[in-house]
């Protein structure tokens, strides 16, 4: 784990110093777990994909803001929550626009309908946006409490408040099912 | 941490696991990012840049006073300099961290904006009850228009410098990010005219000069919240 970290601390520095090699090295270890971030938020691949193309290119433009000797994945997570709340305000003024110009707007539903793990979909759905966050953060990308609050600009207090909240909605869920 | 982990259901986390990018698209990324890539400086240390902003404000406090006089300053008694303008010192340290946090992605979060304003404000507020006497004041609005004017002048100017300032970051929550300049180029302000305004009285300060400091971080957080504003400067 030490040594994952050290490593793309290393690749970062190197990126900075416009190592051509250091930054697709970049994209290959670190695109799968910020799109699975995505893609557990938006539920829809190709806007996954869409949402991991617009992070690598602030990525590149804010590369200059990762201070070496601190950790690389709360950097990188804050610039990705950053990418998909941008991307949910946009689509949401699109899709009062499209309402506006009585055209159907796209539903969250039927994005949804398109993937084939529902489990997830339905797991997440009680939990407000917050809760939701936290516990994608900290389940399917496997980061610490410390790490989860970097990333999302507040106390480790605070993530432990939503996860706890998080897991008790789901047990009543779970335990209604 | 609650024994969460091991209670719940929570098998449905694993079948995303499975979930991979498109190879194809992974390179054209990557090719896409090594054609724009040139070097670039890394951000400062956090106590550079926080030493960099107090600096600029102090400087800019003094300089933005220097037209209208020092007033204040040579009407105040010793007490009330080192209280007063301590007070202002601190909370001026207080936002340079609160800043450096802001836009750094991923910083450790140390105090929330909100925190950090509302705190700067109650401590404002008591040392202007404390230092000043609570008399009413012939011509309150006449004298006081021209302090909340100079105020917010100020305060403009300092937020345009704040923000030349932070665009060399990349502020992940730009309404946040908004607030916290604001309140900081708003302290600018109550500086200022802490340093030009030489009318002692408590409710003279307490609406006329603490009320730069609230319109200018309502003004910086609604300017925040278009975010375009603080969108980092591209280094391609």
Redesign the interface.
């Known amino acids: 784990m030490k040594e994952e970290a050290d490593e793309l601390e290393s690749l970062m520095r190197r990126y900075q110093q416009s190592d051509r090699e250091a930054a697709s090295r970049l994209v290959e270890s670190l695109s799968a777990q910020v799109f699975r971030f995505f893609l557990a938020q938006v539920r829809d691949r190709s806007r996954a994909e869409d949402l991991l193309q617009d992070f690598w290119l602030r990525v590149h433009h804010a590369r200059r803001t990762y201070r070496a000797g601190e950790p690389v994945l709360p950097w990188i997570y804050a610039i990705a929550r950053r990418t998909q709340i941008d991307d949910f305000r946009r689509r949401t003024r699109v899709s009062r626009h499209e309402w506006q110009s009585e055209t159907l707007p796209e539903t969250a539903a039927s994005a949804a309908d398109q993937d084939d793990s529902p489990a997830l979909d339905d797991l997440l759905k009680p939990l407000p946006a917050s809760q939701r966050e936290v516990l994608i953060l900290l389940k399917v990308n496997g980061l610490s409490l410390e790490e989860t609050a970097r990333a999302t600009g507040t106390s480790v207090g605070a993530v432990k408040q939503k996860a706890h909240r998080a897991y008790n909605t789901l047990r009543k869920v779970l335990g209604g099912s | 941490?609650?024994n969460?982990r091991d209670d719940?259901?929570?098998?449905?986390?694993d079948?995303?696991?499975l979930?991979?990018?498109?190879a194809d698209?992974?390179a054209s990324?990557?090719a896409?990012?090594?054609s724009?890539?040139?070097?670039?400086?890394?951000?400062p240390?956090?106590p550079a840049v926080v030493a960099l902003s107090f600096l600029l404000f102090a400087v800019f406090a003094v300089a933005a006073a220097m037209p209208f006089g020092y007033g204040g300053f040579h009407r105040f008694q010793a007490v009330q300099r080192m209280l007063d303008y301590g007070v202002v010192a601190v909370l001026a340290l207080l936002f340079s961290i609160s800043l450096d946090?802001q836009?750094?992605?991923?910083?450790?979060?140390r105090m929330?904006p909100s925190t950090a304003i509302l705190t700067s404000l109650a401590a404002l507020c008591a040392v202007t009850l404390l230092l000043f006497p609570q008399v009413a004041m012939r011509d309150f609005v006449a004298r006081g228009v021209p302090c909340l004017r100079l105020g917010l002048i100020v305060s403009a100017v300092g937020g345009v410098v704040g923000w030349v300032f932070a665009r060399?970051?990349?502020a992940?929550?730009p309404a946040?990010a908004g607030a916290v300049l604001g309140s900081f180029a708003g302290l600018a302000g109550v500086a200022v005219l802490a340093l030009h305004c030489a009318i002692q009285n408590g409710p003279h300060v307490l609406l006329w000069h603490l009320g730069t400091y609230v319109i200018a971080a309502v003004t910086g957080a609604l300017i925040g919240l278009r975010?375009r504003f603080l969108r980092?400067k591209?280094?391609?």
């Open positions: 941490m609650p969460e719940m259901r929570l098998g449905a986390f079948s995303i696991q979930e991979m990018p498109d698209h992974l990324i990557a896409q990012m090594q724009s890539l040139r070097p670039v400086r890394p951000f240390s956090r946090q836009i750094v992605p991923g910083s450790k979060a929330s060399k970051g990349y992940t929550s946040r975010r980092t591209t280094h391609p």
